[in-house]
Every structure is written in C-alpha cells, then in structure tokens.
C-alpha cells in the first residue's frame, strides 16, 4: 500500500518554508526522499533511517518518527531550483529490499 | 559515468505489438527495479530482482515479463501491448540490501501504445 503524502501540492515565493509529509500504514525500517523534475528522471535527496533520525542536505532537512510511521520533509529558504515534485518511498524490512512511493507533492516555487 | 541507461528513450507501439525495454547499469548493483509512473499515480514497482537470475513480482506485474540474465542489464518485456500500458518506465539500481543507499534511476522510457 502506498504511503500517503500531503499536501498534493503548495506553491510558495522564493525564500518561504514548506513541509511536506509521508505517511504509512506499516511499520517502517527507512523512509527515502527524491526529487523529480518535470522530464527527468528522480534524483536522490536523502534516507532516514528507524530511530528518529534527521538529517539535511543545504537548507533541506527532514526527520523520521518511527513510532507514527511518518517522515517529513523540510524545505527552509525555497529557490527557484526547488521546483519539482517530492516522493518519499517507504521501505517495511523483510527479505528484500524494495521501495513503495507515495503519490508525490507538486512544489512550485515563484519569485 | 554512465550510470543507469535506458533504451530506448520513446516508443510508439500499436496494440498487440511486443517490444522489450532495456536497462543497463555500470555501477555493478545488485538490485534492479523497473517502474511505470503515471499522472498521479507516483511511482509503481513492476518488477525487480535482487541480482542476476533472479526476478520478483512487485505491485502492478500484469501484463509485463523481466528478465535478468547479466548482472548488469534488466529487460522489461510486453508481450501484447495494451492502451493501460501507456506509462513512462523507470529503471533502477542500488547495493545490497539494507546497505542504506538510494536508487539510482535512469531517464526513463516514454512508451504510448495507440
């Protein structure tokens, strides 16, 4: 089943915050944040792994609670350049190591 | 570097036509994904294989055959093209399992079948 994200989409103005949000009905062993832009292909931003870890990347951070089966996605200071669509892609353990996506959230950033 | 390549890039099928899907990876990964991703939808795993010879059914198999015969390559195949298979079809590839690495995607297979 696929996680859940909201919100499905937020325009914002060049240095706004935004948040974005993945949620699962299952247990989860790490949550992975991608980035897509319009004709290309996803390309990686970061794993969270069980334990409520945060980690960053420039001004994008993001943090995992294990207990809730959520992770967000944290966008301090948008640019231009974070335009895109945001996928978070949940992983529940077992024998094989494999992703579920979410829907995605459609991130317009204006100047 | 090439990374993760798909060929090809677009394809125009008619119904009922076959065509196979290539992926090759150069970063010596052992697993390999193909996804379909429509409006929407996000991204839907097909197929995967956790390495060479070995293939898995993932959340929308229907309709689609894998194989994996070189580590380095992973075919999707559409034996009868239907309209529902128009998509853009992603590969990937990552490490090992739980090795905490990303996937990393190919630019994708713009497929429309009329």
């Known amino acids: 089943q696929q996680p859940v994200q909201s919100p499905q989409a937020v325009i914002l103005r060049e240095g706004e915050d935004a948040v974005i949000n993945c949620s699962s009905s299952?247990?989860?062993?790490?949550v992975h944040w991608y980035r897509q832009k319009h004709g290309e292909a996803p390309v990686f931003l970061m794993i969270?792994?069980?334990?409520?870890e945060q980690k960053g990347h420039e001004k994008i951070s993001a943090s995992f609670n294990e207990k809730k089966q959520q992770s967000s996605l944290y966008l301090t200071a948008s640019q231009l350049s974070y335009s895109g669509t945001y996928f978070c892609?949940?992983?529940?353990?077992?024998?094989?190591?494999?992703?579920?996506f979410g829907k995605g959230t459609l991130l317009t950033v204006n100047p | 570097n090439a990374g993760v390549t798909q060929t090809p890039k677009f394809r125009v099928l008619k119904t009922g036509q076959s065509m196979t899907l290539l992926c090759a990876q150069d970063?010596?990964?052992?697993?390999m994904y193909w996804y379909r991703q429509d409006p929407g939808m996000g991204l839907r795993l097909i197929h995967y294989?956790?390495?060479?010879?070995?293939?898995a059914k993932g959340e929308v198999p229907d309709g689609y055959n894998v194989s994996r015969l070189k580590k380095q390559n992973f075919l999707l195949g559409l034996e009868s093209a239907a309209p529902s298979q128009t998509s853009v079809y992603f590969c990937?590839?990552?490490?090992?399992?739980?090795?905490?690495?990303?996937?990393?995607f190919g630019d994708g297979t713009r497929l429309s079948i009329l």
């Open positions: 299952k247990a989860l062993y790490s």
């Open positions: 990937a590839s990552s490490t090992s399992p739980r090795a905490n690495q990303p996937q990393h």
């Open positions: 294989s956790v390495g060479e010879g070995t293939t």
């Open positions: 970063m010596n990964h052992e697993y």
């Open positions: 969270l792994l069980k334990g409520g």
């Open positions: 892609g949940t992983d529940s353990g077992g024998s094989n190591y494999k992703l579920t």
